[in-house]
């Protein structure tokens, strides 16, 4: 059975209310009246606030429920209260609800975390000492103890505390330092073993100083580990706090006010590290983005977030390195999440200073940018994507342009030129009926003919008017051909005209092979060869086609003895219906080199005339070889 | 006729240029009959024009009335050569379909102006009492 809505939202195991604008309940699941210990009935229609408990905290609820209309969504957590007036520790996430940006309410997801908020707030005084002592340093005996517990190094705040010197103490154990009660108890090793276990061995209580007198120490004992996170002993840390107590207190409150600060950051990861890379301190944001508990992370070195490759590249250190000597270190990059996944972070170390400007540490603050990363990728690919859309609008643009204004012209030309024909029938028939009522009956029928003639040349103008479309309408098939082939079939469909005009047709052909589309590069030579014996006075005209390779071009001339084309108009020959001489001298419509134009610039390639005075004329072709690959794209 | 005979000094020297032998035919009898003008030259398209004008001719005309739609030397070429060698002559285009784009390009390449043919060309009296009224005011010497 499928899963409804409706099913789902009632077996959500969070609870789940849905409230009106105003914030008053519409709707709530069962995990909401479990969590709060209302019935469904007793929630409806009463405002959320009921469940910040006897006061009714409406102000704070109203102001949380503004935050998530402006925010879209929040996320808040605090003490709330059940029916029977207990109270329980919730995170509530809101979330506004817009039907077609009209706002209608909200949605509240309720998480009873109880007894995560206890787990957390005894963490914090575990850790509270530890960084009271992180602080002041100077006041502490610190050394170094190996695995087994003996003493490897030692430092001024040992002489002062415990009495001895250096060479008094390196290579004794650590247990020298305690009382034969707690000797007996075997608590140095209990230690040593809690450490190792944990991390952090804390405790307070009586120490033996040289001579035997006893003073109170606060004693913190951590288990180090190289950069390999190889165990490799351990540090301890003692302090006397026999006379310090009253400070020490006060220390404690001003130390808990900010350390709840930063605990409560939960979208950045805000911890220490020690001047080694060692975590001292870890926040709930830290635990969020990264996934490791305090206990799990404190004492590790913090390359532990980071992939294998910039462990190899010794990048951890070289970050600490680049902090201490100029302050801070910046950047964004992948870090790896307690289960191995990667996430992009962007990171802050800074160099932390005591009071006598020794270096204590590192701040590091992380931020998960992952989301947000991946939106800039996403708009960014939209982004992209538009630019392109835009770009081919554009040339599509530039083509429709290009093509209107070609077919604007050609409209032009061609309605001019249609109704020049008609115009002249008109008139001849306006004539002849002027000459008939005058009994004029010979020059009547002079003008009759003169009117038929015009209807046939208005025929011959339409017939090469669809020819011409014809050419620019039809999809090119484009296929391999031999150019003489294509010029031995123009000979034969052009026979009678050559006999005719007592011509020759000459072929020099360096380049045979052309890919196009065969029924209109015969059209295109069959023009050219048929204007090249017409527009000639030779009493044997001649025809020469050559053709060479020039790249990855195919060159075609066709050059003829004719009587040429005045410079002015090399140009203009290629007009549609522009005639260079009148019909009597030279008959046709002007349309067969508009024609050739055509058929070249849908094969992508140009045609241009040449002429030299008295020299005869010739038409230079320019053909890509790759006619197919070429797209069609400005028809 | 609309206009009073001028004195033949005070005629408008104008030459035609117009590939239809019948048009023309038509058109030399309207100009000529006119009384406004005196027609010193007609041709079949520009290249003939510019031959005769190439050869000093004794009078140049002050107007010519050329078609745009002509095998060789076209309008456009007529109006572009006149206005480059001889800008002392008023160049008036005629044709067949009035479109403003048309008249836009031969004013910008110095044509006096661009008119319509008559809707047929056996009937050129009209057209040519246009002709004179738009050039009358500069062209006729008091």
């Known amino acids: ?635 | 006729m609309v206009q009073a005979m001028l004195n033949p000094m005070n005629k408008i020297k104008v030459a035609i240029v117009e590939n239809d032998e019948d048009e023309r035919f038509f058109m030399v009898q309207s100009f000529g009959g006119a009384g406004t003008f005196e027609l010193i030259g007609e041709f079949g398209n520009g290249d003939q024009l510019f031959d005769w004008l190439a050869n000093a001719p004794q009078v140049l005309p002050q107007l010519i009335v050329t078609d745009l739609n002509m095998p060789g030397k076209n309008g456009y070429d007529v109006i572009c050569e006149v206005a480059a060698h001889y800008p002392q002559i008023q160049v008036i285009a005629t044709s067949t379909s009035f479109i403003p784009a048309t008249r836009e390009k031969c004013q910008r390449m110095g044509a006096r102006e661009f008119l319509l043919k008559p809707d047929v060309f056996i009937d050129y009296d009209s057209f040519v009492s246009r002709v004179y009224e738009l050039v009358k005011d500069e062209l006729v010497k008091d």
């Not at chain 1, 006893?214 to 840390?237: I, P, R, Y």
Request: net charge negative; with cysteine.
């Open chain 1, 1 to 635: 059975m499928p899963i409804t809505h409706e099913t789902a939202f009632e077996q959500l195991g969070e609870g789940f209310l849905i409230l009106d604008p105003t914030g008053k309940i519409l709707n709530c699941n069962t995990a909401a009246s479990k969590i709060s210990g209302y019935l469904f009935t007793e929630l409806e229609h009463q405002p959320f606030s009921l469940l910040g408990g006897a006061d009714l905290d409406s102000i704070k609820y109203q102001y949380e429920l503004d935050r998530a209309l402006q925010e879209k969504k929040l996320i808040v957590e605090g003490w709330k209260s059940k029916k029977d007036g207990t109270r329980f520790w919730c995170e509530a996430t809101y979330t506004a609800i817009f039907n077609e940006s009209v706002h209608s309410g909200f949605l509240v997801l309720l998480r009873d975390v109880t007894e995560r908020k206890q787990i957390e707030l005894q963490l914090l005084q575990s850790q509270e000492q530890y960084r009271l002592m992180v602080e002041a340093v100077r006041d502490y005996s610190i050394f170094m103890l190996d695995p087994e517990g003996h003493i490897l190094t030692w430092n001024e705040g040992g002489t002062l505390i415990q009495g001895y010197i250096e060479s008094e103490v390196l290579g004794r154990h650590f247990s020298m330092f305690y009382t034969a009660d707690d000797l007996l108890d075997k608590k140095p090793e209990r230690g040593l073993e809690i450490a190792r276990a944990t991390g952090t061995y804390l405790e307070e209580g009586w120490r033996v100083k040289k001579g035997g007198s006893l003073f109170w120490a606060s004693v913190v004992m951590t288990a180090l580990f190289n950069e390999q996170n190889k165990f490799v002993g351990f540090s301890k840390v003692t302090r006397d706090l026999t006379d310090r107590l009253q400070s020490e207190a006060h220390l404690r409150n001003s130390e808990a006010r900010y350390r709840s600060l930063v605990e409560q950051v939960a979208d950045y990861g805000i911890f220490m590290l020690d001047t080694k890379g060692r975590i001292v301190s870890w926040n709930e944001g830290a635990k969020r983005i990264k996934g490791y508990t305090a206990d799990e992370v404190i004492g590790k070195y913090f390359s532990i977030f980071y992939p294998e490759e910039d462990i190899v590249s010794g990048k951890p250190p070289r970050e600490l390195r680049i902090a201490r000597a100029t302050g801070k270190y910046e950047e964004e990059g992948w870090r790896l999440r307690k289960d191995g996944s990667p996430f992009w972070a962007s990171i802050v170390i800074t160099a932390v200073y005591d009071q006598d400007h020794r270096l204590t540490g590192f701040s590091k603050v992380t931020r998960d940018l992952t989301e947000r990363k991946m939106a800039e990728q996403k708009l960014q690919e939209s982004s992209n994507k538009y630019r392109q859309l835009v770009q081919d609008l554009w040339s599509t643009n530039r083509q429709l342009t290009a093509v209107n204004r070609e077919l604007e012209e050609f409209t032009a030309v061609v309605s001019h030129d249609l109704k020049e024909p008609v115009r002249t029938i008109k008139s001849f028939l306006r004539l002849a009926d002027q000459q008939l009522r005058q009994s004029n009956l010979q020059q009547a029928l002079v003008s009759v003919d003169k009117g038929i003639r015009g209807t046939q040349r208005m025929q011959e103008l339409i017939d090469n008017l669809l020819n011409y479309t014809q050419v620019s309408k039809t999809d090119l098939k484009y296929q391999a051909l031999s150019l003489s082939g294509i010029i031995a079939q123009v000979q034969q469909n052009l026979q009678e005209a050559i006999r005719q005009s007592n011509g020759t047709i000459r072929t020099e052909i360096s380049a045979d092979d052309l890919l196009a589309d065969q029924v209109q590069i015969i059209q295109l030579f069959q023009n050219l060869i048929s204007n090249a014996l017409k527009f000639n006075e030779a009493p044997s005209p001649t025809v020469t086609i050559c053709s060479w390779y020039e790249g990855d071009q195919i060159r075609i001339q066709v050059a003829d003895n004719g009587i040429g084309i005045p410079e002015g108009q090399l140009e203009k020959v290629f007009g549609v219906f522009r005639r260079l001489h009148f019909p009597s001298q030279y008959p046709g419509t002007g349309i067969g080199l508009s024609i050739c134009k055509k058929v070249v610039e849908r094969h992508k390639g140009k045609i241009w005339a040449e002429s030299q005075p008295d020299q005869g004329a010739s038409f230079q072709i320019i053909l890509p070889l790759n006619g197919s690959s070429n797209v069609e794209s400005h028809e």
